[in-house]
């Protein structure tokens, strides 16, 4: 038996059931009985899909509705390609893709996390 939806399920008529899946290339959300609907009518092209999160709208631009592919460095954020080229707002500045700067904002979170609980620590000691 399907759970009622967690996540966002974009194509669920009337009832809506929990999502299993997202596809980053139709930028919607499905639950299992779509999910294969939606496998069946692309198998000649697959889509690129990954566990539902309940995610996917963080994930996606407002301006150009399309996946935050890029990094920028300068802005601190992640843009869309189309921010990247188009807008004038991140020209010129420093930009890599989003799975590049990913280790390295996975260290900068350890290091934060190690001085949370070094703070919580002392202060429950002061305590």
């Known amino acids: 038996m399907l759970e ?9 008529t009337g009832r809506k059931y929990r999502a299993v899946k997202s596809c980053l ?6 639950c299992q009985t779509h999910f294969a ?8 092209k697959p889509h690129k899909v990954i566990d539902a999160t ?14 935050l592919e890029v990094f920028c460095r300068t802005d601190q954020k ?7 080229v ?3 707002e ?10 590049e700067q990913r280790p390295e904002k996975q260290q900068q979170l350890k290091k934060m996390r190690r001085r ?3 703070r919580i620590q002392q202060r429950e000691k002061d305590l």
């Open 4 to 12: 009622l939806e967690m996540f966002s399920v974009d194509v669920c």
């Open 25 to 30: 290339v139709c930028l919607e959300s499905y």
């Open 37 to 44: 609907h939606h496998e069946e009518f692309h198998s000649r």
């Open 54 to 67: 309940g995610g996917l709208q963080e994930m996606i631009c407002q301006k150009h509705e399309k996946l």
């Open 78 to 84: 992640c843009i869309c390609v189309l921010c990247c």
């Open 86 to 88: 188009r807008w004038h």
């Open 90 to 99: 991140h020209k010129n500045h420093d930009t890599v893709s989003a799975a």
């Open 116 to 118: 949370f609980r070094k």
